[in-house]
């Protein structure tokens, strides 16, 4: 049972480049999220999905794309990669509802030279 | 908007010591809490989680945490600590409603040093 998995695991950029993260998930979850970590700011959402085609912005959407095409899928575009984009991404996903606990990947590692 | 403190940037105790880490939310109603721990290199795992009732729940790995409305705290405490409880530790804020989606606000995190 893989659960969340995000690929690839580690990325350098250089400023400028495109690039897609992906997140698959297994669980036959409804609601999906990505997040970014930053030393001293925790956990901060960029945008998330309730469903097969639908998405939405969270906190910190800008300079970031993304596209659920399938439910089980969940892709995280950068289209002109910035040095303030270097960050650690993680990309969770739950069942439907408010109280649901939302299930992990272990991290994209992401530098923007 | 929720918001959510975790006062303590790192921690450290002596392994076999009780351990508290706290956290304080902002929220209007009826908050949804969550505990999460975070090895080095891995995902957020959940500890442990408070919707309603009793307002001491027990977790994994041995870990508590107790709900108090009045002091909008929702703490995380260890009776005794072990060497591989070293890891980061956030609190997270949920709320209810058909459009919160199960979005959570994260705290800054605490991280915890444990020395033999």
């Known amino acids: 049972n893989a659960g969340v998995t995000q690929t690839p695991k580690f990325r350098v950029l250089k400023t400028g480049q495109s690039m897609t993260l992906l997140c698959a998930q297994d669980?036959?979850?409804?609601?999906m999220y990505w997040y970014r970590q930053d030393p001293g700011m925790g956990l901060r959402l960029i945008h998330y999905?309730?469903?097969?085609?639908?998405?939405a912005k969270g906190e910190v959407p800008d300079g970031y794309n993304v596209s659920r095409l399938k439910k089980q899928n969940f892709l995280l575009g950068l289209e002109s990669a910035a040095p303030s984009q270097t960050s650690v991404y993680f990309c969770?996903?739950?069942?439907?509802?408010?109280?649901?606990?939302?299930?992990f990947g272990d991290g994209t590692r992401l530098s923007i030279l | 908007a929720q918001s959510v403190t975790q006062p303590d940037i790192h921690i450290t105790v002596s392994e076999g010591a009780s351990l508290e880490l706290r956290c304080n939310y902002s929220y209007g109603a009826t908050p949804y809490l969550f505990w999460y721990v975070q090895s080095p290199g891995q995902g957020l795992q959940l500890l442990l989680k408070y919707f309603s009732g009793d307002t001491l729940v027990q977790g994994i790995k041995g870990f508590e945490a107790e709900f108090k409305r009045s002091q909008s705290s929702f703490n995380l405490r260890k009776p005794s600590v072990h060497w591989s409880d070293a890891a980061e530790y956030f609190c997270a804020v949920g709320n209810a409603g058909g459009t919160s989606y199960g979005k959570l606000t994260f705290g800054q995190g605490t991280i915890l040093t444990v020395h033999p």
């Open positions: 999905s309730v469903g097969e085609g639908t998405t």
């Open positions: 969770a996903s739950s069942y439907r509802g408010y109280n649901q606990p939302q299930h």
């Open positions: 669980m036959n979850h409804e609601y």
